[in-house]
């Protein structure tokens, strides 16, 4: 299978590599896929004072879209706000790495990463904002 | 000079020989004559040439070369054995029984004789990819009629138990096929012996051209197929169609190339598969698919645990190889020859075919070796799965959010 430029420029210098400790201030995970599906994603998301994302980092098991789709996409997070991180959608993902509609997926496990990595965010604020 | 990609893929195909390249040749320019013309010299040569190939493709298996039918390939043959001899024996029986982890042409062509009215048993097979013997026996049935299990497994290359399941087929009457595309040049297979009715072969798997295959046809005692093909009769009335003389050739050279030097080159391919293996086993959770001892030489299969298949491919891309995943194909199964062994998910996505061959050098399976220590490092770096179970984490008691 042919890939596009941007996809091997991601899949050979991936972005933003590696996790934070879960326990680190505003640190949230969301973690994506299953090994029966032959991908998984976890994205990190570190949000500071406002909601802003400062930092990201992802780990993938999968192929080199989702490798690449993942690592887009903590690029983009950063600096956003968790509310407009989730304005991200999958084909804007798609688009931007020109993946084949047999890769769609990938995208769209990247996009689910950004969710479940701001729902966990939105959980553990909630229990912090609580007390 | 090692010039790169470097070709692991040899159960994929195999570069024709040079030395059958060149008495291939000749039959397209010079003697092009149809080996069916009966009436003047350019058919007698041609002929000649035929009967001369058939005879090296009977003596490698230890036939008669009247019991080889030409045909396309190892697809057109297992169409042709099971097709035919299901259609010609139904009326004693309408069951068959094959395994799980046949090639496709068989699995598909057993699929079709179910819409047909027939009913097929797929047997798993063990752990190490190998038929129980005793699940076997007990899958066979007053009605079956015809038995399909191949020699040599495509993906995984463990030798099946043939001889005794030819016994067992044999005593009860039931006809055999045997497919035997992977088999030729690896394995010594003598008919003779072996209690098999039907057994197809190729010629681009053993360093013959794509496009030519053959089918044995036992004589004694004799197998009846109904023919798929229907024409001017030629093989006997099995096959017709005009015969491809220079592919036929080029089988016939093929084969006799490998009965001559199938035991220096499996010794040598061995110590080069074995080599690999061991420049592979001190990267931790590596797993070898399928059994090592019943196994053709020139076969590694191998899991890299916790590294996804086609990704991994890509970081390789210095070696042509297989992976067991279909990633690719839009529907992300994994291998159904690994998954019928067991294989959890993670492993069978991770898994790699690694086949050998005539032209393989010691210097391409140690750079091989060095590439797949830096890679499988890296992508491990990168793998999620990889992390967690550095942190103690029990893959198999995670709830994963599938998708």
Same mark, same amino acid.
């Given at each position: 299978?042919?890939?596009?430029?941007?996809?091997? &420029?991601?899949?050979?210098?991936?972005?933003?590599?590696?996790?934070?400790?879960?326990?680190?201030?505003?640190?949230?995970?969301? *973690?994506?896929?299953?090994?029966?599906?032959? &991908?998984?994603?976890?994205?990190?998301?570190?949000?500071?004072?406002?909601?802003?994302?400062?930092?990201? $980092?992802?780990?993938?098991?999968?192929?080199?879209?989702?490798?690449?789709?993942?690592?887009?996409?903590?690029?983009?997070?950063?600096?956003?706000?968790?509310?407009?991180?989730?304005?991200?959608?999958?084909?804007?993902?798609?688009?931007?790495?020109?993946?084949?509609?047999?890769?769609?997926?990938?995208?769209?496990?990247?996009?689910?990463?950004?969710?479940?990595?701001?729902?966990?965010?939105?959980?553990?604020?909630?229990?912090?904002?609580?007390? | 000079?090692?010039?790169?990609?470097?070709?692991?893929?040899?159960?994929?195909?195999?570069?024709?020989?040079? /030395?059958?390249?060149?008495?291939?040749?000749?039959?397209?320019?010079?003697?092009?004559?149809?080996?069916?013309?009966?009436?003047?010299?350019?058919?007698? =040569?041609?002929?000649?040439?035929?009967?001369?190939?058939?005879?090296?493709?009977?003596?490698?298996?230890?036939a008669d070369?009247k019991e080889?039918?030409?045909?396309?390939?190892?697809?057109?043959?297992?169409?042709?054995a099971? $097709?035919g001899a299901?259609?010609f024996y139904?009326?004693k029986?309408?069951?068959?029984?094959?395994?799980?982890? =046949?090639?496709?042409?068989?699995?598909?062509?057993?699929?079709?004789? =179910?819409?047909?009215?027939?009913?097929?048993?797929?047997?798993?097979?063990? @752990?190490?990819?190998?038929?129980?013997?005793?699940?076997?026996?007990?899958?066979?049935?007053? &009605?079956t009629i015809v038995v399909?299990?191949?020699?040599?497994?495509?993906?995984?290359?463990?030798?099946?138990?043939?001889?005794?399941i030819g016994e067992i087929c044999r005593a009860k009457g039931i006809v055999l096929h045997v497919?035997?595309?992977?088999?030729?040049?690896?394995?010594?297979?003598?008919l003779t012996a072996l209690k098999v009715d039907l057994m197809?072969?190729?010629?681009?798997?053993?360093?013959?051209?794509?496009?030519?295959?053959?089918l044995y046809v036992r004589r004694k005692p004799r197998i009846r197929l109904?023919?798929?093909?229907?024409?001017?009769?030629?093989?006997r009335?099995f096959?017709?169609?005009?015969?491809?003389?220079?592919?036929?050739?080029?089988?016939?050279?093929?084969? /006799?190339?490998?009965?001559?030097? *199938?035991?220096?080159?499996?010794?040598?391919?061995?110590?080069?598969?074995? /080599?690999?293996? $061991?420049?592979?086993?001190?990267?931790?959770?590596?797993?070898?698919?399928?059994?090592?001892?019943? /196994?053709?030489?020139?076969?590694?299969?191998?899991?890299?645990?916790?590294?996804?298949? +086609?990704?991994?491919?890509?970081?390789?891309?210095?070696?042509?190889?297989?992976?067991?995943?279909?990633?690719?194909?839009?529907?992300? @199964?994994?291998?159904?020859?690994?998954?019928?062994?067991?294989?959890?998910? +993670?492993?069978?996505?991770?898994?790699?075919?690694?086949?050998?061959?005539?032209?393989?050098?010691?210097? @391409?399976? &140690?750079?091989?070796?060095?590439?797949?220590?830096?890679?499988?490092?890296?992508?491990?770096?990168?793998?999620?799965?990889? =992390?967690?179970?550095? +942190?103690?984490?029990?893959?198999?008691?995670?709830?994963?959010?599938?998708?």
């Open positions: 299978m042919a890939y596009s430029v941007k996809v091997l &420029d991601h899949y050979e210098n991936p972005r933003n590599v590696g996790s934070f400790g879960n326990e680190e201030e505003g640190v949230a995970t969301g *973690m994506v896929g299953a090994p029966a599906c032959g &991908d998984v994603m976890k994205l990190q998301i570190k949000v500071g004072k406002g909601g802003v994302i400062e930092d990201a $980092k992802f780990k993938t098991y999968g192929c080199g879209s989702a490798i690449a789709s993942s690592s887009l996409v903590t690029e983009w997070v950063k600096g956003k706000t968790v509310e407009q991180a989730l304005d991200i959608k999958n084909t804007q993902i798609a688009e931007e790495l020109a993946l084949p509609p047999v890769k769609i997926h990938c995208s769209i496990l990247a996009e689910d990463a950004i969710k479940a990595a701001v729902a966990d965010y939105k959980k553990k604020h909630a229990e912090q904002a609580v007390p | 000079m090692l010039k790169l990609p470097i070709y692991l893929d040899y159960s994929a195909t195999t570069p024709v020989d040079p /030395r059958v390249a060149d008495k291939m040749i000749p039959y397209l320019v010079e003697k092009f004559g149809n080996p069916a013309s009966r009436s003047h010299a350019f058919g007698w =040569e041609t002929e000649t040439a035929v009967e001369e190939a058939r005879a090296e493709v009977a003596k490698l298996v230890n070369p080889i039918v030409w045909t396309s390939g190892a697809t057109e043959s297992n169409n042709l099971l $097709k299901a259609n139904a009326g029986g309408k069951h068959l029984v094959t395994v799980k982890t =046949e090639h496709k042409a068989v699995l598909d062509t057993c699929r079709e004789l =179910e819409r047909l009215g027939f009913e097929v048993t797929y047997l798993d097979v063990k @752990e190490d990819g190998l038929l129980d013997l005793e699940v076997f026996k007990a899958a066979l049935r007053p &009605d399909s299990v191949m020699l040599v497994n495509n993906e995984i290359g463990v030798i099946q138990p043939i001889a005794e497919d035997a595309a992977q088999a030729t040049g690896k394995v010594a297979i003598d197809s072969f190729s010629a681009h798997k053993t360093y013959g051209p794509k496009g030519v295959g053959a109904a023919a798929q093909m229907h024409g001017g009769g030629h093989e009335g096959r017709s169609g005009t015969l491809a003389t220079h592919q036929i050739v080029g089988m016939g050279e093929a084969f /006799r190339l490998a009965r001559l030097e *199938m035991g220096a080159e499996n010794e040598r391919v061995r110590m080069l598969r074995d /080599r690999l293996l $061991k420049g592979l086993s001190d990267i931790e959770h590596v797993y070898v698919n399928g059994d090592m001892e019943q /196994r053709v030489p020139h076969n590694l299969n191998i899991s890299f645990a916790y590294v996804e298949g +086609e990704s991994l491919l890509m970081a390789i891309k210095d070696l042509a190889v297989s992976s067991g995943s279909a990633c690719t194909s839009a529907s992300l @199964e994994p291998s159904y020859v690994l998954r019928a062994l067991g294989r959890e998910d +993670e492993l069978a996505h991770s898994s790699i075919r690694f086949t050998l061959g005539r032209f393989t050098t010691e210097e @391409e399976v &140690d750079y091989a070796i060095r590439l797949l220590h830096d890679k499988i490092g890296r992508l491990r770096e990168l793998s999620p799965l990889w =992390e967690m179970v550095q +942190e103690g984490v029990d893959l198999s008691t995670v709830q994963w959010a599938a998708h």
